[in-house]
């Protein structure tokens, strides 16, 4: 079955440098989600969207901006990156109605960001 | 907002015993999902099990299953017969009804499985 891909799967940039993470969802699937989990620590909500449009918003950074295309892939970019961003980047996507077999979201692999 | 926590950093498992992990969380919600997920040394995020709230009976899956108690919002996860490739990092998720709802995370309790 087609699962969720993220591309880069590994990525170094320079501190004050800019990096597009993108995601494909798995077919069908209407909602994408964005998380970064820092070494240690548990994923941490970024943002989403459902049908192309913004639907909740969490701790991301001013410097972060995505958006979702009508394909529904989506492309998470980040501006001027600082050494703190250096992180695993997880996309995550499911069906926006859930249903008695649709409750949960499916993960990417994740993109593995470091900044040097 | 909804808060998930797993007050267990670290737990440990002799192979073919039995392990809980333990979840709470805090919502004002009548409707929501419970997921645990497990993420090994690849830090692919696996999908465990879950548990949809309207739903009394704890849900099962094989050497997996979990005690839901809706009212003290409990949600632990057992293992039982545990195997060298459970070893890895759980996280408890809570994860709102309604359209396009996020997952929350606990922070996680990692399983150390020894022979």
């Known amino acids: 079955a087609a699962g969720v891909i993220q591309s880069p799967r590994h990525l170094i940039k320079e501190k004050r440098e800019t990096a597009t993470l993108k995601c494909y969802p798995i077919?069908?699937?209407?909602?994408v989600y964005w998380y970064q989990q820092g070494p240690g620590q548990d994923p941490q909500f970024l943002i989403s969207?459902?049908?192309?449009?913004?639907?909740d918003k969490g701790s991301i950074p001013d410097r972060f901006s995505a958006q979702q295309f009508s394909d529904y892939h989506s492309e998470l970019n980040m501006s001027s990156l600082e050494l703190g961003d250096s992180a695993l980047y997880f996309c995550?996507?499911?069906?926006?109605?859930?249903?008695?077999?649709?409750?949960?979201?499916?993960f990417g692999q994740g993109t593995r960001l470091t900044v040097v | 907002a909804q808060t998930v926590t797993q007050s267990q950093p670290e737990m440990s498992v002799q192979e073919a015993e039995t392990v809980t992990l333990s979840c709470t969380y805090d919502?004002?919600?009548?409707?929501?999902?419970l997921f645990w997920y497990k993420q090994p040394p690849s830090r692919q995020m696996i999908l465990v099990i879950r548990?949809?709230?309207?739903?009394?009976q704890n849900a099962t899956e094989n050497r997996f299953s979990v005690n839901f108690q809706k009212a003290a919002k409990s949600f632990s996860l057992k293992i039982s017969d545990s195997q060298l490739g459970d070893a890895a990092m759980y996280f408890c998720?809570?994860?709102?009804?309604?359209?396009?709802?996020?997952?929350?995370f606990g922070t996680g309790t990692r399983l150390q499985v020894t022979l």
């Open positions: 919502t004002s919600e009548s409707d929501y999902y």
């Open positions: 548990q949809e709230a309207y739903k009394q």
């Open positions: 995550a996507s499911s069906l926006a109605v859930q249903t008695e077999t649709n409750t949960e979201a499916f």
């Open positions: 998720a809570y994860r709102s009804w309604g359209t396009a709802s996020k997952l929350t």
């Open positions: 077919p069908r699937h209407d909602t």
């Open positions: 969207f459902y049908e192309k449009m913004q639907s």
